[in-house]
C-alpha cells in the first residue's frame, strides 16, 4: 500500500511543502522559458540556449529541494520508470570507451539531466502544485506561438530560422511538435477551472496555439492534432463529472465552444504577410496551410521526391545500421557519425544528423539489450497506465482525468517522434521527463491501483550533503560548458560569415579581402580549437576558402572534420581534391583511398579516381579508368565531361572524343554544343580528319535553334564555315 501526498506512511511519506514549492516553481519558471525565449542573433544557437536552461533550471530545482530535505527525515519518492534514464546515462558513459567519446558524453549527460528532472517531478509536483507548473508550460507555448503569429503574419525575423515560422526554435518542425504536445495539458487546465469569466480567454488562448500549429504545416503535428482532439473529446465526456467543467452552465458551455470555433475560424482565415511563406504555395492563411500540407501525404511524388521519400532513406539506413549492430548498438550519440556506412551507393553526403525517428536511433544506437529493452519497458508502462486509468472505479476516478491528459500529450509526443527528434532538443527533452514524471507521481498517488512499482527510500543528512555538493560542482561544469558552446558558436558562426565575405570580395576585386581571409581564419582556428567535432558548423567554413582555390586553408579544415568524422565521402572528396592541388599527390592517394573504401562502386568514385591520377600526370591510367567505364556502359554526365577534359588536356584525342559522342548521344539537349566540340577536335592537326569535322559542325548546326545559328556559325573555324 502507498501513501497519498498527504498522508505519511512507512513506506513513501511526501516531501516537505517548502521543498516541493520551491522546486516546482523553478521548475514552472524553466517550462516557462524554455520555449517562450530565443536568441535574436545567429551568434547562438536556439537549442544550445535552450539546452542551457535546461540544465541550470533542473540543476537549481534539484539543489532547491536537497536544501529543503537536508534537515527532514522523510524518505523521497521513486518509481521503476527511473532505471530507464540511468541505465541509458550509464550506457552512453560506457560507449565513451570504445565509441565517439564526444558525442557519447552529450548523450550522457541528456540523460543525466532528464533522470534528475524525471526524480524532481515525482517528488514535487503533488496536486496542488501541478496547476503551477502546468501554467508555465502554457504560458511558455503561448508567448512561443505569439513569435510564430508575429512572423507569419508580420513578417517579423527577430530570430534566426531555417524554415519559418519557427517561433524561438530555428526550425517551424521544433515548434510545431512541442506545440502539439502541450496541448492537451492546456486542455486539461482549462477543464479544471471554475465557471469565471477566465473560461473564454483561456479558451481563445488554447485556440490561439491550435492556429499557430496550422501555421507551420508540419505533417507530423497535423497528425498529432488529429489523433489527440478526438482523444481530448473523449476524456473530458468520459470524465466530466469529476472536472470543474462538468458544473459549467450552459453559458459557460457556449461561451468557450464559441471561443474555440470563432478563435480557429477568425485567426485561421487571416492571410500571411510573410513574403517567403506566400513563395512556398503551400497556402496564405493557417487553415489553407493545415489542409494542403495535409493533403500532400496523398501525392505520389511526396514518396520519390519528397520529404517524406528522404525521410524514408534515413530510416531504411539506420534499419540497416541496427542489423549490424543488433546487440549494442554504434555507441551513444554515434548515429551521425556511422550513418554514412549504411546509407544508399549512390549517397555522397550525410542525410541529416539525425535518424528522425527516436526509437530507430535509441535501437541503432544502444542496441537491441539496452535501447530494446529499455524502448519495451516505458511502452509496457504507458500501455498498463492507459489501461488501468480506463478502468479505474471510486475513488481513483479523482486521479483519472490527469492521468488521460497527460497520456494524450505522450501520445502526441509519439507520433511526432516517428518522424523526427524532439527528445533530443531541450524543449522536447524536459516536456517528456514531466509527462512521465506526471505520471508516476500519479502512482504514488493511486497506491496499489495504479499497478505500477514505486517504492520510497531514506535519505541521510550526509547523502543530501553529498548531493548538495555533486550539484553545486554539476552547475559549475553546466557553466563551464555553456561558455565554452557560446564561445565555439560565435567563433566558428562568425567565421562563416567572414569566410564569405572574403570569397565575395574576391570575386568582385573589393578592398579588405585579405584582412577579411586572415579574420576569418583566425577564428576558424580558435572555435575548432574550442570545439572540433562541430560538423555542421566548421563545414561551412571550408567551402569559400574551396572555391576561391585556397586548398591550403580548405585542406586543415576539412582535416579537422575527418578526424571527428572519418565517414562521410564527400569530405575525403575535398580533401583528395585538396591534395593534389596542393602538389601532395600522396596523401591525395590515401583520400582517394578512403573513397574507395566508403564508396567503391559508384559512378563518382572512378570520376574522381581518374580525376586524381591525370592531375598527377599518370593519364594513360586515367585514361583506362574511363575507358572500363565507358565499355561498361556506366557513366553520368559529370564523367563524360571528365573524360572529355582529361582527353583534351592529355591530348588523348580518341578519349575525348569517345566522351563528346556518348554525351551527344545520351544528351541530346546539350547536342549542339557538343557537336562544335568535336568537330574542333577533328580539325586538330594530330588528329585532321576534316570530313569527320565538317560532319559534326553541320550536325551542331542543326540542332541549334533558328535564333542562334548565326551565333554558332561564328564559332566554327572559318574553313569550315564556308563550306556549311
Given at each position: 500500500?502507498?501513501?497519498?501526498?498527504?498522508?505519511?506512511?512507512?513506506?513513501?511519506?511526501?516531501?516537505?511543502?517548502?521543498?516541493?514549492?520551491?522546486?516546482?516553481?523553478?521548475?514552472?519558471?524553466?517550462?516557462?522559458?524554455?520555449?517562450?525565449?530565443?536568441?535574436?542573433?545567429?551568434?547562438?544557437?536556439?537549442?544550445?540556449?535552450?539546452?542551457?536552461?535546461?540544465?541550470?533550471?533542473?540543476?537549481?530545482?534539484?539543489?532547491?529541494?536537497?536544501?529543503?530535505?537536508?534537515k527532514n527525515t522523510a524518505p523521497v519518492f521513486g518509481h521503476a520508470l527511473l532505471a530507464?534514464?540511468?541505465?541509458?546515462?550509464v550506457y552512453a558513459l560506457g560507449s565513451m570507451v570504445?565509441?565517439?567519446?564526444?558525442?557519447?558524453?552529450?548523450?550522457?549527460?541528456r540523460w543525466f539531466l532528464l533522470t534528475v528532472l524525471l526524480f524532481l517531478s515525482m517528488n514535487t509536483l503533488r496536486q496542488d502544485m501541478l496547476p503551477r507548473l502546468l501554467w508555465g508550460i502554457h504560458a511558455g507555448a503561448l508567448v512561443a506561438s505569439v513569435w510564430a503569429a508575429w512572423q507569419f503574419w508580420g513578417g517579423w525575423n527577430g530570430f534566426p530560422q531555417a524554415a519559418v515560422p519557427a517561433s524561438s526554435f530555428a526550425n517551424r518542425n521544433?515548434?510545431?511538435?512541442?506545440?502539439?504536445?502541450?496541448?492537451?495539458?492546456?486542455?486539461?487546465?482549462?477543464?479544471?477551472?471554475?465557471?469565471?469569466?477566465?473560461?473564454?480567454?483561456?479558451?481563445?488562448?488554447?485556440?490561439?496555439?491550435?492556429?499557430?500549429?496550422?501555421?507551420?504545416?508540419?505533417?507530423?503535428a497535423l497528425i498529432a492534432l488529429s489523433v489527440a482532439l478526438p482523444c481530448l473529446m473523449l476524456v473530458i465526456v468520459r470524465y466530466r463529472t469529476q472536472l470543474p467543467c462538468g458544473l459549467w452552465g450552459r453559458r459557460q458551455v457556449v461561451g468557450v465552444g464559441l471561443a474555440f470555433a470563432l478563435g480557429v475560424a477568425v485567426l485561421g482565415n487571416l492571410p500571411s504577410g510573410n513574403t517567403a511563406i506566400l513563395q512556398e504555395g503551400m497556402g496564405a492563411t493557417p487553415l489553407q496551410r493545415g489542409v494542403l500540407r495535409t493533403s500532400s501525404?496523398?501525392?505520389?511524388?511526396e514518396y520519390s521526391q519528397g520529404s517524406f521519400s528522404v525521410r524514408s532513406a534515413m530510416w531504411l539506413a539506420t534499419a540497416r545500421m541496427l542489423?549490424?549492430?543488433?546487440?549494442?548498438?554504434?555507441?551513444?550519440?554515434?548515429?551521425?557519425?556511422?550513418?554514412?556506412?549504411y546509407q544508399r551507393t549512390d549517397t555522397t553526403l550525410e542525410t541529416d544528423y539525425y535518424a528522425h525517428n527516436e526509437s530507430l536511433q535509441l535501437l541503432s544506437e544502444y542496441g537491441l539489450v539496452v535501447g530494446g529493452l529499455c524502448l519495451a519497458l516505458v511502452l509496457a508502462y504507458l500501455i498498463k497506465v492507459a489501461a488501468t486509468t480506463w478502468q479505474a472505479s471510486g475513488l481513483a476516478l479523482q486521479e483519472v482525468p490527469l492521468r488521460a491528459f497527460v497520456l494524450t500529450s505522450l501520445l502526441a509526443q509519439l507520433i511526432v517522434s516517428n518522424a523526427g527528434f524532439p527528445w533530443?532538443?531541450?524543449?522536447?527533452?524536459?516536456?517528456l521527463a514531466l509527462c512521465l514524471g506526471l505520471l508516476a507521481r500519479s502512482d504514488s498517488r493511486l497506491g496499489d491501483q495504479a499497478a505500477a512499482r514505486t517504492y520510497a527510500f531514506a535519505v541521510s543528512a550526509r547523502t543530501t550533503q553529498a548531493a548538495l555538493i555533486g550539484l553545486a560542482c554539476c552547475v559549475a561544469v553546466a557553466g563551464g560548458l555553456s561558455v565554452q558552446a557560446l564561445r565555439a558558436e560565435s567563433k566558428l558562426v562568425s567565421a562563416i560569415t567572414l569566410a564569405n565575405?572574403?570569397?565575395?570580395?574576391?570575386?568582385?576585386?573589393?578592398?579588405?579581402?585579405?584582412?577579411?581571409?586572415?579574420?576569418?581564419?583566425?577564428?576558424?582556428?580558435e572555435g575548432i580549437a574550442i570545439h572540433p567535432h562541430y560538423r555542421k558548423l566548421t563545414g561551412e567554413i571550408a567551402e569559400p576558402f574551396a572555391a576561391q582555390g585556397d586548398w591550403h586553408n580548405a585542406v586543415w579544415i576539412l582535416e579537422s572534420l575527418t578526424a571527428s568524422r572519418p565517414h562521410v565521402v564527400a569530405l575525403w572528396t575535398g580533401l583528395a581534391r585538396g591534395y593534389f592541388h596542393l602538389g601532395q599527390h600522396g596523401q591525395a592517394e590515401q583520400a582517394w583511398a578512403q573513397v574507395q573504401r566508403l564508396k567503391p562502386e559508384t559512378l563518382s568514385t572512378a570520376t574522381l579516381h581518374a580525376t586524381l591520377l591525370a592531375q598527377a600526370g599518370r593519364g594513360p591510367e586515367a585514361a583506362t579508368v574511363l575507358v572500363r567505364q565507358f565499355d561498361n556502359q556506366a557513366f553520368d554526365w559529370d564523367m563524360v565531361q571528365a573524360g572529355y577534359a582529361i582527353g583534351y588536356t592529355t591530348q588523348n584525342w580518341a578519349l575525348a572524343i569517345r566522351a563528346l559522342e556518348l554525351r551527344n548521344t545520351t544528351w541530346p539537349e546539350q547536342a549542339a554544343d557538343g557537336f562544335l566540340r568535336l568537330g574542333k577536335l577533328y580539325a586538330e592537326p594530330h588528329v585532321n580528319q576534316p570530313d569527320k569535322a565538317l560532319a559534326a559542325f553541320r550536325a551542331g548546326l542543326a540542332a541549334v535553334p533558328q535564333d542562334q545559328k548565326s551565333n554558332y556559325r561564328a564559332q566554327v573555324p572559318s574553313p569550315f564555315n564556308a563550306q556549311m
Amino acid at each position: 500500500m502507498h501513501a497519498s501526498d498527504n498522508t505519511a506512511s512507512p513506506y513513501q511519506a511526501p516531501a516537505p511543502q517548502a521543498a516541493g514549492s520551491s522546486a516546482s516553481t523553478v521548475l514552472a519558471w524553466m517550462a516557462f522559458l524554455l520555449p517562450a525565449v530565443g536568441v535574436p542573433g545567429e551568434m547562438l544557437l536556439q537549442d544550445t540556449l535552450k539546452s542551457a536552461a535546461l540544465a541550470f533550471g533542473t540543476l537549481i530545482a534539484a539543489g532547491v529541494f536537497m536544501w529543503h530535505q537536508r534537515k527532514n527525515t522523510a524518505p523521497v519518492f521513486g518509481h521503476a520508470l527511473l532505471a530507464v534514464p540511468i541505465v541509458l546515462t550509464v550506457y552512453a558513459l560506457g560507449s565513451m570507451v570504445w565509441s565517439h567519446p564526444y558525442l557519447a558524453g552529450v548523450e550522457a549527460i541528456r540523460w543525466f539531466l532528464l533522470t534528475v528532472l524525471l526524480f524532481l517531478s515525482m517528488n514535487t509536483l503533488r496536486q496542488d502544485m501541478l496547476p503551477r507548473l502546468l501554467w508555465g508550460i502554457h504560458a511558455g507555448a503561448l508567448v512561443a506561438s505569439v513569435w510564430a503569429a508575429w512572423q507569419f503574419w508580420g513578417g517579423w525575423n527577430g530570430f534566426p530560422q531555417a524554415a519559418v515560422p519557427a517561433s524561438s526554435f530555428a526550425n517551424r518542425n521544433f515548434f510545431a511538435e512541442y506545440a502539439v504536445a502541450v496541448l492537451p495539458l492546456s486542455v486539461w487546465l482549462l477543464t479544471r477551472l471554475s465557471a469565471s469569466r477566465y473560461l473564454v480567454w483561456v479558451a481563445l488562448s488554447i485556440a490561439f496555439n491550435g492556429v499557430a500549429i496550422l501555421m507551420t504545416g508540419t505533417r507530423s503535428a497535423l497528425i498529432a492534432l488529429s489523433v489527440a482532439l478526438p482523444c481530448l473529446m473523449l476524456v473530458i465526456v468520459r470524465y466530466r463529472t469529476q472536472l470543474p467543467c462538468g458544473l459549467w452552465g450552459r453559458r459557460q458551455v457556449v461561451g468557450v465552444g464559441l471561443a474555440f470555433a470563432l478563435g480557429v475560424a477568425v485567426l485561421g482565415n487571416l492571410p500571411s504577410g510573410n513574403t517567403a511563406i506566400l513563395q512556398e504555395g503551400m497556402g496564405a492563411t493557417p487553415l489553407q496551410r493545415g489542409v494542403l500540407r495535409t493533403s500532400s501525404m496523398a501525392q505520389s511524388t511526396e514518396y520519390s521526391q519528397g520529404s517524406f521519400s528522404v525521410r524514408s532513406a534515413m530510416w531504411l539506413a539506420t534499419a540497416r545500421m541496427l542489423v549490424a549492430h543488433p546487440w549494442v548498438g554504434v555507441g551513444a550519440g554515434a548515429w551521425e557519425v556511422q550513418i554514412p556506412l549504411y546509407q544508399r551507393t549512390d549517397t555522397t553526403l550525410e542525410t541529416d544528423y539525425y535518424a528522425h525517428n527516436e526509437s530507430l536511433q535509441l535501437l541503432s544506437e544502444y542496441g537491441l539489450v539496452v535501447g530494446g529493452l529499455c524502448l519495451a519497458l516505458v511502452l509496457a508502462y504507458l500501455i498498463k497506465v492507459a489501461a488501468t486509468t480506463w478502468q479505474a472505479s471510486g475513488l481513483a476516478l479523482q486521479e483519472v482525468p490527469l492521468r488521460a491528459f497527460v497520456l494524450t500529450s505522450l501520445l502526441a509526443q509519439l507520433i511526432v517522434s516517428n518522424a523526427g527528434f524532439p527528445w533530443h532538443l531541450a524543449s522536447g527533452g524536459m516536456l517528456l521527463a514531466l509527462c512521465l514524471g506526471l505520471l508516476a507521481r500519479s502512482d504514488s498517488r493511486l497506491g496499489d491501483q495504479a499497478a505500477a512499482r514505486t517504492y520510497a527510500f531514506a535519505v541521510s543528512a550526509r547523502t543530501t550533503q553529498a548531493a548538495l555538493i555533486g550539484l553545486a560542482c554539476c552547475v559549475a561544469v553546466a557553466g563551464g560548458l555553456s561558455v565554452q558552446a557560446l564561445r565555439a558558436e560565435s567563433k566558428l558562426v562568425s567565421a562563416i560569415t567572414l569566410a564569405n565575405r572574403y570569397a565575395q570580395a574576391e570575386r568582385t576585386d573589393a578592398p579588405g579581402a585579405a584582412d577579411l581571409k586572415a579574420q576569418a581564419l583566425q577564428l576558424a582556428r580558435e572555435g575548432i580549437a574550442i570545439h572540433p567535432h562541430y560538423r555542421k558548423l566548421t563545414g561551412e567554413i571550408a567551402e569559400p576558402f574551396a572555391a576561391q582555390g585556397d586548398w591550403h586553408n580548405a585542406v586543415w579544415i576539412l582535416e579537422s572534420l575527418t578526424a571527428s568524422r572519418p565517414h562521410v565521402v564527400a569530405l575525403w572528396t575535398g580533401l583528395a581534391r585538396g591534395y593534389f592541388h596542393l602538389g601532395q599527390h600522396g596523401q591525395a592517394e590515401q583520400a582517394w583511398a578512403q573513397v574507395q573504401r566508403l564508396k567503391p562502386e559508384t559512378l563518382s568514385t572512378a570520376t574522381l579516381h581518374a580525376t586524381l591520377l591525370a592531375q598527377a600526370g599518370r593519364g594513360p591510367e586515367a585514361a583506362t579508368v574511363l575507358v572500363r567505364q565507358f565499355d561498361n556502359q556506366a557513366f553520368d554526365w559529370d564523367m563524360v565531361q571528365a573524360g572529355y577534359a582529361i582527353g583534351y588536356t592529355t591530348q588523348n584525342w580518341a578519349l575525348a572524343i569517345r566522351a563528346l559522342e556518348l554525351r551527344n548521344t545520351t544528351w541530346p539537349e546539350q547536342a549542339a554544343d557538343g557537336f562544335l566540340r568535336l568537330g574542333k577536335l577533328y580539325a586538330e592537326p594530330h588528329v585532321n580528319q576534316p570530313d569527320k569535322a565538317l560532319a559534326a559542325f553541320r550536325a551542331g548546326l542543326a540542332a541549334v535553334p533558328q535564333d542562334q545559328k548565326s551565333n554558332y556559325r561564328a564559332q566554327v573555324p572559318s574553313p569550315f564555315n564556308a563550306q556549311m
